[in-house]
């Protein structure tokens, strides 16, 4: 039973996934709002095959890593309520800081990036996965291996919250009330999602949304400021490879043309996306060069 807890949740969550696009396309058909387009719902489900793909051949590094740290733990839970109270909120925590990361470092931001990179916002979009974040999401799940948790039980609670992560992807519910104060709704992940200047990199979470509240990154949803879906630099080519890597050619290119040194240049990786070296120390770097 432990091995299939992962499939179960998926078992379930799957079809009820995708009873609510076609519900979702139903009414937006009906009520003449352009939701999905062909292009971009086939480039949702590429992604998210990509990205599935690569998270299947990492399963057994993931585990075999969450063996590993889970070997060192001092707690012993026993498995009743508590325990998986616990587990569902310090796997959010930890899915939380691993969504700060890659929205402050550019070299993760370069994954996730393709996640962000959709017009639309439809429940798809939920499937625009990072195709990347497979290789190194363990790191982030390996302090709950070290508090005692099962690392088949990781799996499972993570697949269980990627259900609702994937349900908040559309515009067709508005706000939720009281749930509005708890929980990642549709309204707060709509604003996740903006590249309106005052909703970039807010509401974090995945299922809680008090991470976001606790830690100054949370942001409602105003009426006066109508969302806009997409990055704030919109792609010349939106073609499924350029969607994958055009972060990461943005990269090389600002690390081979810079004109600071070595060091500082290394903020095109570290940095947040949108770094720069200040202008006094692009032009100093010229003046030395032109200088030589």
């Known amino acids: 039973m432990e091995l299939f807890k992962e499939q179960l949740a998926l078992a379930i969550g799957m079809p009820a996934l995708l009873g609510l696009i076609i519900l979702e396309v139903l009414v937006t058909h009906f009520h003449g709002v352009k939701a999905y387009s062909r292009r971009e719902t086939l480039t949702n489900v590429y992604l998210a095959a990509c990205n599935g793909t690569l998270d299947v051949c990492m399963r057994v590094v993931t585990f075999a890593w969450l063996v590993f740290c889970f070997q060192f733990t001092p707690f012993h839970w026993a498995h009743g309520w508590v325990y998986w109270v616990a587990l569902f909120v310090m796997e959010d925590l930890a899915y939380y ?20 990179s959709s017009e639309e916002f439809n429940i798809t979009t939920g499937f625009r996965s990072s195709v990347f974040q497979p290789l190194y999401r363990g790191l982030y799940f390996a302090p709950l291996a070290l508090l005692g948790f099962q690392p088949l039980d990781i799996f ?15 515009q067709q519910i508005k706000k939720l009330g009281f749930l509005e104060h708890v929980l990642v709704t549709p309204s707060h992940h709509r604003v996740h999602h903006a590249s309106n200047s005052i909703y970039l990199d807010k509401n974090m979470g995945m299922v809680l949304i008090i991470w976001d509240k606790l830690f100054g990154t949370f942001q409602k949803e105003l009426d006066e400021e109508p969302v806009r879906f997409g990055l704030t630099k919109q792609l010349p080519k939106r073609d499924a490879f350029n969607i994958v890597f055009h972060e ?30 200040s202008a006094v120390e692009e032009s100093t770097r010229e003046e030395e060069q032109q200088s030589a």
């Open 97 to 116: 800081t691993l969504h700060y990361v890659d929205h402050h470092c550019r070299l993760f931001w370069a994954a996730h990036v393709t996640h962000h």
């Open 248 to 277: 990461w050619k943005d990269i090389i290119h600002d690390l081979r043309h810079s004109t600071v040194p070595w060091p500082q240049r290394l903020g095109y990786l570290f940095k947040g996306p949108g770094w720069k070296p």
């Open 156 to 170: 499972f609670m993570y697949a269980a919250t990627q259900i609702w992560g994937s349900f908040v992807h559309t």
